[in-house]
């Protein structure tokens, strides 16, 4: 029956989101520190995860048609309603995926949230610290609309 290569294939994507957030843990820990020195290479190993779970969808996509056409639901049945049409333990295992991606899922968009917020602040706290380096540097009006600064003596500590 289909329903042991879906289990299979469910399995593999349910271990690569857990890989994904362990990657993206790592990029975390790299903006967390300030050291950006590894940055690309983080993101570059989220990506190519990223990529692996795609494929793993893809198969599972497939692989789950069939399963529907099997148990007469058609194709693009949803894992609930696999597992509600699949007799136990299938059932029951595909309830199981489901919860599991459920979890994963909400894990890996609050890390990604968290690394796109330390991305930006990291971002708006290096443009400030340039522009208040340059000629003309940029601040802010009461009402928070960008305004030029007049010129004024800067002392910059050689020792950072």
């Known amino acids: 029956m289909s329903l042991a290569g879906v289990s299979s294939t469910l399995w593999r994507e349910r271990e690569l989101l857990e890989l994904l957030l362990f990657k993206l843990e790592e990029e975390q820990l790299v903006l967390a520190s300030g050291r950006t020195r590894w940055l690309s290479r983080a993101t570059k190993e989220v990506e190519m995860v990223l990529e692996e779970v795609r494929r793993a969808e893809l198969l599972r996509a497939v692989q789950v048609d069939a399963a529907g056409v099997e148990l007469g639901l058609g194709s693009g049945p949803s894992l609930r309603e696999l597992a509600e049409a699949a007799d136990e333990p299938w059932k029951t295992l595909l309830?199981?995926?489901?919860?599991?991606?459920?979890?994963?899922?909400?894990?890996?968009?609050?890390?990604?949230?968290?690394?796109?917020?330390?991305?930006?602040?990291?971002?708006?706290?290096?443009?400030?610290?340039?522009?208040?380096?340059?000629?003309?540097?940029?601040?802010?009006?009461?009402?928070?609309?960008?305004?030029?600064?007049?010129?004024?003596?800067?002392?910059?500590?050689?020792?950072?």
């Open 95 to 160: 309830l199981e995926h489901r919860q599991a991606f459920l979890t994963a899922t909400a894990e890996i968009q609050a890390m990604a949230e968290a690394n796109r917020d330390l991305l930006t602040s990291g971002f708006r706290a290096a443009r400030e610290a340039l522009l208040s380096l340059g000629d003309g540097a940029e601040t802010y009006t009461a009402s928070g609309a960008p305004a030029a600064a007049g010129r004024f003596s800067r002392l910059v500590d050689e020792a950072m």
